[in-house]
């Protein structure tokens, strides 16, 4: 029997895909209507406008599909629950690089990954890096830019 893998990811991000469907189920009436519509007007084999129409129906029905199996495999977790030394999921990590500046990520899901916005996928190639480091491990990161090094120098959850 498969066993189905658990999707880690924190509440907002539970929420914004929760959202997120019930967008894409409240426009499946609307692409309804226009596909109905243009099968009023003949012959579908040149009509553009239900070509269309069937073409949005497929993409909503693949991505509420989708954001459905995420929902059902979702792992909330937050970090104000989790403790320790060690970098794990949901954790706010601050490291120094070459320069000794400080970044700082929080290690997230795939769905909630944004790193210009401090947030990092636990699968991307810094993410799996710092898992399971401490304060004052060095981390060596190859990224499409060349080798990146880094110090952890904080870790909280918050």
């Not at 129409?53 to 979702?74: C, F, M, T, V």
């Not at 993410?127 to 080798?147: C, F, H, M, N, Q």
Request: zero cysteines; hydrophobic letters at 35%; charged letters at 35%.
């Amino acid at each position: 029997m498969a066993t189905v893998e658990k999707m880690p990811m924190l509440q907002e991000g539970y929420d914004r895909l929760t959202a997120d469907l019930k967008r894409l189920k409240a426009e499946r009436p609307t692409i309804v209507d226009a596909i109905e519509e243009a099968r009023a007007h003949g012959d579908l084999s040149e009509n553009a406008e239900y070509h269309a129409a069937k073409e949005r129906q497929g993409q909503i029905e693949a991505s509420i599909s989708d954001i459905e199996d995420k929902l059902s495999r979702a792992q909330v977790i937050d970090p104000r629950d989790l403790s320790g030394d060690k970098v794990v999921f949901a954790a706010t990590v601050t490291l120094l690089d070459e320069d000794e500046k400080p970044v700082r990520y929080q290690i997230v899901g795939q769905t909630e990954a944004d790193a210009k916005g401090g947030r990092i996928s636990y699968n991307s190639p810094l993410g799996r890096a710092l898992i399971g480091r401490k304060v004052d491990d060095e981390v060596e990161v190859t990224v499409p830019s060349g080798d990146r090094y880094y110090v952890v120098s904080k870790i909280e959850f918050i």
